[in-house]
């Protein structure tokens, strides 16, 4: 029997009858919407009903066992339904931590969490003791590419890294990511595809298209925009192929933004920006939904900056040393991109390896490299810590810091990303991690700076309701730390299983089978 559709008018969606998991209701994406037609025979409509209740054990057991053998040897839990039990729950609302609770999965759901003693667990559930431990969301990075750097000199390249970051960003807790900004972006789209179907392991993946960047761009790999009309075409085109974002870049001229947003926003998707040639303020007005990396890439404060021009990046970043982030003009350009509802995209990670001798020298990072990127990148800290004296990165740092605090308390929308970018010090996972710990030297609360490393993004992608915290009825995507990060919060580094849809990842088999890898592929 061919699969039969009801479609509805106000959902673009379809359900179909799946006759290989027998009383199933799966979803399939709808081109366009059309009335709502009923066409199953009225016997197989009966068996439905009278079946539905065996539904999610049922297909939850068809859906384990789709994953590739590539994938499944990845897994650590998989039985249909799993108590985790006597675990300390932070739920990623920004709610205190609650103690001896139990989170009970099934179907690729949390279906109850609440207080140990009085949580009901189904007969037949596997369940694991996991006192002393800590479940949290899994992460949602949104400024989490992937591409990394390639080793050597000019011209900067950056190879996508399929094969390491998508298993590194999941060992590392983060079960959801937005790209922000492709250089392969078909390869990204089918990356997404062969996860969602199960051939591949890695995080959901929210695809940003191709930059958005002028004349000027500093690597061979971006398209160069001509004016505003070709903006407008990339936006739509890139929509047909299935991007969910777009990402503007340094050289793109204010006529161009405008176009690309206003094409962007007429099909209901979000423009980010990493920007030079356009200031915060008047991205702003032009209607950006979000702005990436903070204050330390705002050049509108630069003497030398002329409209719709990206002034010279050392003469930009002077002319925040001199300015007060709580008073005059910067004070003013956060209330201005709060009253125009406006994201921020926090990516600490990635300025901290500027400022000479401050990141961690973390073994596990060294470890996934590339022997040759490894070198590279111990080079490169070594001239840095060389030219500490003159260096105004950490002045720049602390006034971030002092930024993305400000920004916050003033009712912005902090998101939480980590830029493998940079001269390569900063790696998928073990970098969103960094992340949530640097938010906390910025002056967060440990919960607080889980609370903007998950829930804030789910609420900018729209998916509060699926992802981002930890409640009954919510997609499994969790956790499990062997410590407790609302004390100290590097023990999110502790990541012990990684729950995605359900099935829980063993965090460290991940790391060890890209061992090597990061700067290659």
């Known amino acids: 029997m061919k699969a039969k559709e009801v479609a509805c008018r106000n959902e673009q969606k379809c359900f179909t009858w799946n006759t290989s998991c027998f009383s199933a209701l799966s979803y399939i994406n709808c081109r366009t919407p059309v009335i709502c037609i009923l066409r199953w025979p009225v016997k197989q409509l009966a068996q439905l009903i009278l079946?539905?209740?065996?539904?999610?054990?049922?297909c939850w057991a068809q859906a384990a066992s789709n994953l590739a053998p590539e994938v499944r040897a990845f897994v650590k839990e998989d039985a249909?339904?799993?108590?985790?039990?006597?675990?300390?729950?932070?739920?990623?609302?920004?709610?205190?931590?609650?103690?001896?609770q139990t989170v009970v999965i099934a179907d690729g759901k949390i279906i109850a969490l609440g207080d140990a003693p009085s949580t009901k667990?189904?007969?037949?559930?596997?369940?694991?003791?996991?006192?002393?431990?800590?479940?949290?969301?899994?992460?949602?990075?949104?400024?989490?590419?992937?591409?990394?750097?390639?080793?050597?000199?000019?011209?900067?390249l950056y190879p996508e890294h399929a094969a390491s970051f998508p298993r590194l960003y999941l060992a590392g807790g983060v079960t959801t990511i937005r790209t922000t900004g492709s250089v392969e972006p078909y390869t990204d789209l089918e990356l997404k595809r062969a996860i969602d179907e199960g051939k591949m392991v890695g995080p959901q993946i929210h695809v940003t298209g191709p930059y958005l960047e002028g004349p000027g761009a500093f690597t061979?790999?971006?398209?160069?925009?001509?004016?505003?009309?070709?903006?407008?075409?990339?936006?739509?085109?890139?929509?047909?192929?299935?991007?969910?974002?777009?990402?503007?870049?340094?050289?793109?001229?204010?006529?161009?933004?405008?176009?690309?947003?206003?094409?962007?926003?007429?099909?209901?998707?979000?423009?980010?920006g990493h920007l030079c040639s356009i200031g915060f303020r008047e991205a702003a007005a032009l209607g950006i939904d979000d702005l990436e990396h903070g204050l330390v890439v705002d050049?509108?404060?630069?003497?030398?900056?002329?409209?719709?021009?990206?002034?010279?990046?050392?003469?930009?970043?002077?002319?925040?040393?001199?300015?007060?982030?709580?008073?005059?003009?910067?004070?003013?350009?956060?209330?201005?991109?709060?009253n125009h509802h406006v994201a921020v995209t926090s990516t600490l990670p990635v300025f901290e390896i500027s400022v000479p001798g401050r990141a961690p020298i973390d073994t596990r990072v060294l470890d996934a490299m590339l022997p040759d990127e490894r070198i590279y990148?111990?080079?490169?800290?070594?001239?840095?810590?060389?030219?500490?004296?003159?260096?105004?990165?950490?002045?720049?740092?602390?006034?971030?810091?002092?930024?993305?605090?400000e920004f916050?308390?003033?009712?912005?929308?902090?998101?939480?990303?980590?830029?493998?970018?940079?001269?390569?010090?900063?790696?998928?996972?073990?970098?969103?991690?960094?992340?949530v710990e640097l938010l906390v030297e910025a002056g967060f609360t440990p919960v607080e700076?889980?609370?903007?490393?998950?829930?804030?993004?789910?609420?900018?992608?729209?998916?509060?309701?699926?992802?981002?915290?930890?409640?009954?009825?919510?997609?499994?995507?969790?956790?499990?730390?062997?410590?407790?990060?609302?004390?100290?919060?590097?023990?999110?580094?502790?990541?012990?299983?990684?729950?995605?849809?359900?099935?829980?990842?063993?965090?460290?088999?991940?790391?060890?089978?890209?061992?090597?890898?990061?700067?290659?592929?």
């Open 51 to 58: 079946f539905s209740a065996a539904l999610p054990a049922l």
């Open 299 to 338: 050049t509108e404060f630069s003497p030398e900056k002329k409209p719709g021009e990206c002034p010279g990046p050392v003469a930009a970043r002077k002319a925040l040393l001199a300015l007060e982030v709580t008073s005059g003009p910067i004070h003013e350009m956060i209330r201005d991109l709060v």
């Open 377 to 405: 990148y111990l080079r490169r800290r070594a001239v840095i810590s060389d030219g500490a004296a003159k260096s105004d990165w950490p002045v720049l740092f602390k006034k971030e810091l002092e930024f993305e605090r």
């Open 121 to 156: 667990i189904r007969d037949g559930a596997k369940v694991l003791d996991l006192a002393g431990r800590t479940v949290i969301p899994g992460l949602v990075g949104m400024h989490d590419h992937m591409y990394y750097p390639a080793p050597g000199g000019a011209p900067p």
């Open 408 to 435: 916050v308390m003033h009712g912005g929308l902090l998101l939480a990303g980590l830029d493998p970018t940079g001269y390569g010090g900063v790696i998928a996972g073990f970098g969103d991690q960094r992340e």
């Open 80 to 100: 249909p339904v799993i108590a985790l039990t006597h675990v300390r729950v932070i739920d990623g609302t920004g709610a205190a931590p609650r103690a001896d």
């Open 449 to 521: 700076a889980i609370h903007i490393a998950t829930s804030n993004g789910a609420e900018f992608l729209g998916e509060l309701d699926k992802i981002g915290t930890l409640a009954a009825g919510k997609q499994a995507d969790l956790m499990v730390i062997g410590g407790d990060p609302s004390v100290n919060i590097k023990d999110i580094e502790k990541v012990e299983t990684v729950f995605k849809d359900g099935v829980g990842y063993d965090s460290a088999k991940l790391i060890e089978s890209v061992r090597g890898f990061v700067g290659l592929r």
């Open 220 to 272: 061979l790999q971006m398209h160069q925009l001509k004016d505003a009309e070709d903006a407008k075409h990339t936006v739509e085109f890139w929509i047909t192929q299935g991007v969910t974002s777009f990402k503007a870049y340094m050289n793109i001229t204010p006529e161009e933004l405008a176009a690309a947003t206003k094409a962007a926003h007429s099909h209901g998707i979000k423009v980010t």
